[in-house]
């Protein structure tokens, strides 16, 4: 082919490369080979997964990092079926990702072809926009369409289609130049509005979410809170969006939140939400927050999917279009200073000595406070959904936004994705993850593609042998009737060093410090397997 003209699957991941793609992270299908060929030459690097389900969570937390589309490819039918949750985490979460799925040839549709399956049939209700490539000619300018509706307002999944007959066809039409992606704007009269109700409110609270934040709008935020006596809250598992070492952070809102800034939201007289909105997580079943309390959104989603409440002025503009228009404002200090008292006392572990020193048990409340005290202020933490989350959610320390990823879905599974992903996206940053043990096996397998790619996250995987949130239901719902919680497990710090990794179980709370230490020190993907009392799903005192 002439430098003019290559095939469509060529063109695809020029434009990739146009559009500063990093990694791509996948499973191979034959439904794609064209552009598996275009990337042999490529920059980007393909980072090959075990399950499509780890490859699609990886491109999940590439978008929640960086802010920049993560991307994933797949095959048709099964390879899309596994990739599907990855997609739903997106969605919900609202989290820019593309996700490139192989098709059967344009000749084979509605034929029932092997592995044939409607792309908008799967995908039409959890992402903003399924799209297939119909002409070669329009491919590269398709991907560039894909990556704009992925980070623009809302951002989310959008779903690519690919045929495979297209993808060979040639074309010498030109790349796509990126789309700017627009921040909204607060006009002059806006801001003053929202100035006289911050200034007439008794008991403001500030709360912050979504993906759409830099390091510089959180300084910019934190540093207008911290002036004006405003306390900030964090949405749930977006709490990395403020220092923690700020005063002016009073802690999160959503499951395992401290109930006396839960008592706070309910007794707000204004709610000021930033890049997030009041939904049945954060207001727990839509209970909480007083009804009566001002409210005001800035989002740059007109349609305000994610807010369920009254609104009183909506800012369309995202959290760096804000933060250039913030109104001056001053607060009295008292409301601000209880409420990061009450934060500081809730995130701090129950003391160094716990009540499994000598059994055969990890007291978890001394781990996160023995793990707290090894982690480097720029470490990225994740974990999926269970129990075990609670304990790094409400006692790990994060000094920056894009140092957390964790399912606001609620997907288990996620966690060791991530971290794999964490450790390529920032090499040379510590990277630990918090795994329970149904959440660990769910893509434990892509600890293989941390220790080929050289990828160093630390897994702790909390062994309670069984599905512990449900567990906890059952014991409220049905006391004394448990049923299809339990689990058996193996040896998962064996299981680590199957693959390479450092692996060791620690069961006693006085051996964990020497093996923090030494998973640290051991230059590669490490597993500790922690026994924890299965009766105990909580901190103490919570």
């Not at 627009?182 to 002059?188: E, F, K, L, N, Y």
């Not at 220092?243 to 959503?254: C, I, K, N």
């Not at 293989?448 to 309670?464: C, E, F, K, S, Y």
């Amino acid at each position: 082919m002439t430098a003019e003209t290559r095939t469509a699957g060529a063109a695809i991941v020029a434009q990739l490369e146009a559009l500063g793609v990093r990694r791509a992270y996948g499973v191979p299908g034959e439904s794609y080979l064209e552009v598996l060929d275009a990337l042999h030459d490529s920059p980007i690097e393909m980072v090959v997964c075990r399950q499509e389900g780890g490859a699609g969570f990886m491109a999940v937390a590439e978008g929640r990092l960086t802010g920049l589309p993560g991307v994933a490819m797949v095959t048709r039918g099964p390879g899309a079926a596994n990739a599907a949750i990855a997609v739903h985490t997106a969605w919900q979460d609202a989290t820019p990702m593309v996700l490139f799925v192989g098709l059967v040839p344009v000749d084979d549709r509605d034929r029932e072809s092997f592995q044939e399956f409607s792309l908008t049939g799967w995908f039409g209700s959890t992402a903003k926009r399924v799209i297939t490539v119909e002409r070669p000619d329009r491919a590269a300018a398709q991907v560039a369409e894909a990556f704009a509706v992925a980070a623009a307002g809302r951002p989310g999944p959008v779903v690519v289609g690919l045929p495979e007959d297209v993808l060979v066809e040639p074309t010498s039409a030109p790349l796509a130049a990126p789309r700017p992606i627009a921040g909204g704007a607060v006009s002059s009269a806006q801001r003053q509005a929202l100035g006289r109700m911050l200034e007439t409110a008794q008991r403001p609270l500030v709360v912050l979410g979504g993906d759409r934040w830099d390091a510089a709008s959180t300084a910019a935020v934190t540093a207008w809170a911290e002036r004006a006596e405003l306390p900030l809250v964090a949405d749930w598992r977006t709490h990395d969006v403020v220092d923690h070492d700020s005063p002016a952070y009073v802690g999160w809102l959503g499951y395992g939140r401290n109930p006396r800034l839960a008592g706070a939201f309910d007794d707000a007289d204004l709610l000021l939400f930033v890049g997030t909105g009041y939904g049945d997580v954060i207001s727990g079943g839509y209970r909480g927050g007083a009804a009566d309390a001002v409210t005001v959104v800035v989002d740059p989603d007109p349609e305000l999917r994610i807010h369920q409440r009254r609104v009183d002025l909506h800012l369309l503009a995202d959290p760096s279009a804000f933060v250039a228009e913030l109104p001056d404002v001053a607060k009295e200090p008292d409301w601000a200073k209880q409420l990061r008292a009450a934060q500081l006392e809730f995130a701090t572990p129950g003391g160094e000595v716990g009540p499994y020193v000598d059994t055969n048990y990890v007291d978890m409340d001394v781990a996160m406070a023995q793990l707290a005290a090894r982690l480097d202020r720029d470490a990225v933490i994740t974990y999926g959904a269970g129990n075990h989350a609670v304990w790094a959610q409400r006692f790990l320390p994060h000094h920056g936004v894009g140092s957390l990823v964790a399912p606001r879905n609620g997907a288990m599974g996620i966690g060791v994705p991530a971290a794999v992903a964490a450790s390529l996206v920032h090499p040379g940053r510590q990277v630990v993850s918090i795994a329970g043990d149904g959440c660990f096996l769910m893509n434990g397998q892509e600890l293989a593609t941390a220790v080929a790619r050289g990828g160093r996250p630390l897994i702790l995987v909390v062994d309670n042998a069984q599905y512990g949130t449900i567990r906890q239901h059952q014991e409220r719902e049905h006391p004394g009737r448990v049923s299809g919680t339990a689990l058996v497990n193996p040896d998962f710090g064996a299981y680590a060093r199957a693959f390479g990794a450092f692996g060791e179980r620690v069961s006693r709370t006085a051996d964990l410090p020497a093996a923090l230490d030494r998973a640290l020190a051991s230059g590669t993907a490490a597993v500790l397997h922690l026994d924890v009392d299965p009766a105990i799903l909580q901190p103490r005192g919570a």
